[in-house]
């Protein structure tokens, strides 16, 4: 949001009424990140997702309803928190084609002609049959290397039935009305970069685009504690057998002293339709929460927004120059 805009909210939150009139012409998030998913098959050591399922400290997914999230989306939209340019992105934490009703989602989409975007570990094929994935601008799908012995590392799947599902899911898309981008999303370790040529021929072979970077802390605590000198000794050595990680503290040191964090430009909504304080956190961190989309106004979305700027996990997070981090990941030239 541009600062003129804060500077109104604020003043004008001392008259609701007048507020909403005022704000429902100028208050839209340009990208949403929607989880429809609580779960995730993978076993992916550097997510705090994977971790927990390593650990066996998974919580018990939960899945949003076609209901709810009709309801979310058509109340973002209604009340112009969201324009009909809006990108909703299907994902943050898990993995979206285990939802049940996936299809039933990207319909309700399709329907009310909203752009979205998917990110998939491309584990489960969903196929489609009704043209619906015109409004959908990218399907990304993440590859934690190029070889079996890299995908026993982190995702834990079988690469040759991934490979297959690619095959098959962009074909299905594209069958089905999409035009979007379809982007293999490599994640570099110091175990697979000899990988990435292999990659860019199999990327070629099939019309999608190929982006490296290095693979990262992939959770706000644990990049925290990677930053403050707390990470436990034995996850650190693991860290720097695993990760590429020389570059960070130059990133940090280069953040300048004016630099805000791009996550509180953008609306993240769990699976149980709570708006979140951003990407980053756990469910366990005390400011992870902002307030239910279904229960919350317009107005109280935005002023806890705002409030969540000064909460101690910001402060915390922008002193140690995670987010900045985060918008500079080392990228490879491929
Ligand atoms: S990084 Fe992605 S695929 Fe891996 S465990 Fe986390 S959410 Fe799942
Ligand atoms: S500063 Fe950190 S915790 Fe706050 S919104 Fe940005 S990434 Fe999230």
């Known amino acids: 949001m541009q600062l003129y805009y804060r500077t109104v909210l604020n003043h004008f939150l001392a008259n609701e ?18 989880e429809i998913s609580g779960a995730c098959n993978a076993r992916c050591p550097w997510c705090q997702t994977g971790l ?15 209901e709810d999230f009709r309801k979310v989306v058509r109340k973002f ?20 084609f285990l939802h049940p009703q996936f299809k039933e989602i990207v319909g309700e989409l399709h329907r009310i002609e909203q752009p979205f975007r ?15 994935l015109q409004y959908c601008s990218m399907l990304r799908i993440s590859l934690p290397g190029f070889s079996q012995s890299s995908y026993d590392k982190v995702h834990g799947f079988n690469f040759e039935r991934i490979l297959e599902n690619i095959v098959g899911m962009v074909k299905n898309f594209r069958a089905n009305g999409f035009k979007g981008d379809v982007q293999l999303a490599f994640l570099a370790y110091q175990f697979n970069l000899n990988e990435l040529a292999a990659c860019r021929i199999f990327a070629d072979r099939i019309g999608a685009s190929l982006s490296a970077s290095a693979a990262s802390f992939n959770g706000l605590s644990m990049m925290m504690s990677y930053l403050d000198n707390t990470m436990p000794y034995d996850q650190l050595k693991k860290a720097s057998k695993e990760l590429l990680l020389y570059y960070m503290d130059d990133v940090v040191a280069a953040c ?19 708006i979140v304080i951003c990407c980053g956190p756990d469910k366990d961190e005390p400011d992870y929460l902002v307030g239910n989309a279904l229960e919350l106004s317009v107005e109280e979305i935005l002023a806890k927004k705002e409030a969540k700027k000064s909460s101690a996990l910001c402060k915390k997070c922008m002193s140690l120059g995670a987010p900045y981090i985060g918008s500079n990941l080392l990228r490879l030239s491929i």
């Open 17 to 34: 009424q007048c507020a909403y009139g005022f704000l429902k012409e100028i208050y839209m998030y340009n990208s949403v990140y929607f």
């Open 77 to 96: 939209r209604a009340k112009r928190l969201i324009s009909s340019e809006t990108i909703i992105s299907l994902y943050n934490w898990y993995e979206p």
């Open 118 to 132: 998917i990110s998939t570990n491309a584990s489960k094929l969903v196929l489609f049959s009704g043209n619906e």
């Open 256 to 274: 300048p002293n004016d630099w805000e964090c791009p996550q509180h430009e953008v609306l993240v909504v769990d699976e149980h339709c709570n």
């Open 52 to 66: 927990k399922r390593i650990s066996g400290r998974q919580e018990k997914p939960h899945f949003v309803s076609i």
